[in-house]
């Protein structure tokens, strides 16, 4: 038993001795408990980006927009079908909605069991924004029907200027029109009557219509299109993690100490760890895609953007594996190091956590986080349609972080003797 404890009293001083494991294994927790309690506490949710198209331009579609805007949980932005489909493809917005003509007419007659219609455009990777969107939709259209029903005179006024109307319900003949403009004012008249609780109808305040935000709907009804991406990032993290350590276990393991002795570098036995780590992350992704293509007909919109998005997102995560490796001074810490990285990039980027349900401040903090831009990256090749420039931005963004922790790591390894 003295031996035991003897053995364990040694762990836990090593344990202790070890700055960056015992500050990752004890601290690390600490500091991320305190971020996600803020997150999850005191915490709204992001509003839902939803462009806008209101071809009927009526007093009804106009209130209607206004009240979806007054909830708090959409940010609406106007704009012409073509634009709104488009801000949805590129991620510009979760969704469209289109307000089609005769939405005005058609709200006054939803009493009549002809609920008004309107079309909802989704990106797939955000269908719970859409739900959510969809509930808030129904939400708006049953108060503002209700609150019409307060009013009886109001509404039988309503109904008879909807009826008024020839393009209202064209299938009837004349005569049944002017039965039911004369019976209108007698049906707000019956309302005045009948209690404000009182179950009268069973009517369907609104009717949702689905609609492709793209000519090449095949792509968007693949919901595999929209998970690998999040699935490549996950195994090039995952590569991460392996190269960050490989180079503190040769250090222990003596093979640092053979290739110094030779005829060569420390700019040679980096770049060689940062090649190798660049392969594996190319061949992980192209072995991913392959798998998709096979198996889940996942393909890329073009092979040369798809090859420039692989080359850009391998190249900027090995600059981050070499500047994670070289800081470490022990296996331990390394891994915890990697493991603590790989968390961080994968929360904040929206590998983990959806950028849907992240407030605004978060969202912003997202975009420092290679993990983002190579999802939106990867996305633009596999089905948003991206071009060669759009393509530019996430691209840059990964390899510019690559870069720069690269020449950091590299700095760092220069300095450190023991390594």
């Known amino acids: 038993m003295g031996t035991i404890w003897a053995i364990a009293v040694k762990d836990i001083k090593l344990l202790m001795r070890d700055k960056t494991a015992f500050f990752f294994t004890f601290a690390f927790p600490i500091i991320y408990a305190v971020i996600f309690g803020f997150f999850f506490s005191g915490t709204t949710l992001s509003t839902v980006k939803v462009a806008v198209v209101d071809e009927d331009k009526s007093a009804e579609s106009a209130a209607f927009i ?8 959409v940010q609406l932005f106007m704009a012409p079908l073509h634009a709104a489909k488009q801000r949805v493809v590129k991620g510009k917005a979760s969704l469209y909605l289109r307000f089609p003509k005769g939405f005005g007419a058609s709200q006054r007659l939803a009493i009549l069991g002809h609920p008004p219609l309107i079309e909802m455009g989704v990106d797939p990777s955000r269908k719970a924004s859409a739900g959510m969107t969809r509930g ?6 049953g108060a503002m029907l209700a ?11 309503a109904l008879q200027k909807a009826l008024d109307d020839p393009a209202t319900l064209p299938g009837l003949t004349p005569e049944a029109r002017e039965k039911l403009v004369k019976n209108a ?10 209690p404000k609780d009182f179950p009268l109808f069973n009517m369907e305040p609104l009717r949702i219509k689905p609609a492709p935000i793209s000519t090449d709907s095949g792509r968007l009804e693949n919901t595999f299109n929209v998970s690998f991406p999040q699935g490549i990032l996950w195994g090039i993290l995952s590569c991460l993690i392996t190269f960050a350590v490989s180079l503190i276990q040769e250090k222990t393991r003596g093979t640092l100490v053979r290739l110094h002795t030779s ?16 392969l594996t992350n190319l061949f992980i992704v192209f072995a991913l895609i392959t798998l998709a293509a096979l198996a889940f007909k996942v393909r890329p919109t073009s092979i040369g953007l798809f090859i420039f998005s692989a080359v850009s997102i391998s190249l900027g995560f090995t600059g981050i594996m070499i500047f994670v ?36 401040w978060m969202l912003t903090i997202s975009s420092i986080s290679p993990v983002k831009w190579g999802i939106v990256s990867l996305e633009g090749v596999l089905w948003r349609g ?10 840059g963004i990964v390899m510019g972080f690559g870069l720069v922790f690269f020449l950091l790591g590299l700095a760092v390894y220069r300095r450190r003797s023991e390594i």
């Open 325 to 360: 490796s070289v800081l470490a001074r022990t296996e331990r810490a390394a891994e915890s190091m990697a493991w603590a990285v790989m968390m961080i990039l994968a929360m904040t980027g929206g590998a983990m956590i959806p950028l849907f349900i992240m407030p605004d």
């Open 386 to 395: 991206f071009s060669f420039t759009e393509l530019l931005v996430p691209n």
């Open 66 to 73: 206004t009240a979806l805007e007054k909830s708090g949980q």
């Open 136 to 141: 808030l939709i129904l939400q708006t259209a």
């Open 263 to 278: 005829p060569i570098s420390r700019i040679h036995i980096i770049g060689g760890k940062a090649v190798a780590s660049f």
């Open 147 to 157: 609150q019409s029903l307060k009013d009886p005179a109001a509404a039988g006024k």
């Open 185 to 194: 004012a007698m049906f707000g008249q019956m309302l005045q009557f009948v």
